[in-house]
């Protein structure tokens, strides 16, 4: 039997491209493709008082980094923290997203702050470090489609419903599955609809992360438009809630929409969680004493001290080998066109081995070949799908 090339293309992603010729230049291509992340939380760093300017000795991330990674296009998570604060959601998000612009501001021969895709296209084609905005968590819209709105004109190309913590109108993966509280009435409420189908009208991505099942399921009856998980792994190979089951992928990809693999060791690894607290357990009294040495609380205090334990973690991390087997089973089960990359570094306290920070992005790019996937269908991975699933948010 002949299959066409369309067929075995199919079948077998990419390996035509090398049969008999040489293996593509990984970093060629790397460089040479427009690079997408689609979830990366440095904003926290920022507000901490960190200058993403110069290279910087914390975290994952800052414009040096970026660039030497080869990104060209970084949704900088506004996120948040929900609960009881002096100042309103809305208030901290735009302040959030003000110290983004200035950093912009400070390296105009770097960086600009993009919005439309043609806008994109043209300040790569410029050189450029494109920075965007996803919005995590639609607390920050404090009930009010005028705010939904404000953010969309300041850049924010999508919105995650909820972050772990339910909206008036939309609940969350974790709060569905607490067995202890379980919502009322999970899903959107009439609100929520209007939420999505406001968002819809402004071209910005309705991101599925983070939401619950039920949710998941009224966005898929409402939307008008292809939705993302904005940084989101796979259920069957990580039972963890944050994934995606085989049934939200297949919708996913029934919908035009786009899966983002988020390295979470949590969610690559089913494992991990179990070693890590073993580990923490084992190591408790040091790692009380190193949180005790460092300023802050909440997230800042588990990153910055997670770097301190950075050889503890080493036997435990996740490799990039189980990271590329999630881009892999989405592509086998869903096809290509609806999987790329939604890091949620410096939002992870943990990196897995192989992809410690945005400088080694590249790697993800050579274990896509080594796999077998084309220089086209690496492209859709990196950039080409964000890109397709963005036009389509903001066509008519
Ligand atoms: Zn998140």
Not at 207 to 224: C, K, L, N, Y
Request: charged share 25%.
């Amino acid at each position: 039997m002949k299959l066409s090339t369309t067929a075995l293309s199919l079948l077998l992603p990419g390996l035509l491209c090398c049969m008999g010729g040489d293996k593509p230049d990984y970093r060629k291509v790397h460089f040479d493709a427009l690079f997408v992340d689609t979830h990366n939380d440095v904003v926290q760093r920022v507000l901490a008082g960190e200058d993403l300017s110069h290279r910087t000795a914390h975290g994952h991330s800052d414009l040096p980094r970026f660039i030497e990674g080869g990104v060209d296009v970084e949704l900088f998570s506004i996120w948040v923290p929900p609960g009881k604060t002096a100042r309103g959601y809305y208030e901290q998000a735009v302040e959030q997203m003000d110290s983004i612009d200035a950093l912009a501001r400070r390296n105009p021969g770097r960086m600009a702050m993009g919005r439309t895709a043609d806008s994109i296209d043209s300040l790569v084609a410029a050189g450029k470090f494109v920075g965007l905005f996803g919005v995590e968590g639609g607390h920050v819209i404090e009930d009010d489609l005028t705010k939904l709105e404000y953010f969309s004109s300041r850049g924010a190309r999508y919105m995650t419903l909820t972050w772990n913590n339910s909206t008036d109108w939309a609940t969350s993966a974790s709060d569905e599955t607490d067995a202890s509280s379980p919502p009322e009435h999970p899903g959107l409420t009439d609100f929520g609809r209007q939420v999505v189908r406001r968002m819809n009208d402004l071209g910005m991505l309705v991101d599925v992360s983070h939401v619950g099942e039920q949710t998941f399921r009224d966005v898929m009856a409402v939307t008008r438009k292809p939705v993302i998980a904005s940084h989101s792994s796979v259920w069957n190979i990580s039972r963890h809630r944050r994934n995606l089951k085989d049934y939200q992928l297949d919708a996913i990809r029934d919908n035009g929409g786009v899966v983002f693999i988020n390295f979470a060791p949590w969610f690559i690894d089913s494992t991990f969680g179990r070693k890590e607290a073993e580990m923490r357990r084992k190591e408790a009294r040091r790692i009380d004493s190193i949180q005790a040495g460092i300023p802050g609380d909440g997230f800042m205090k588990d990153l910055y001290s997670a770097e301190q334990l950075a050889a503890d973690y080493d036997p435990i991390r996740p490799t990039i080998d189980q990271v590329l087997d999630h881009f892999d089973y989405v592509a086998r089960r869903i096809g290509v066109d609806h999987v790329g990359v939604g890091s949620d570094f410096d939002g992870i306290t943990v990196a897995p081995a192989g992809l410690r920070d945005v400088t080694q992005f590249p790697e993800l790019t050579r274990g896509l070949l080594e796999r077998g996937y084309s220089v086209e269908d690496v492209e859709k991975i990196l950039g080409g799908n964000f890109m397709r699933v963005l036009r389509a948010a903001e066509s008519r």
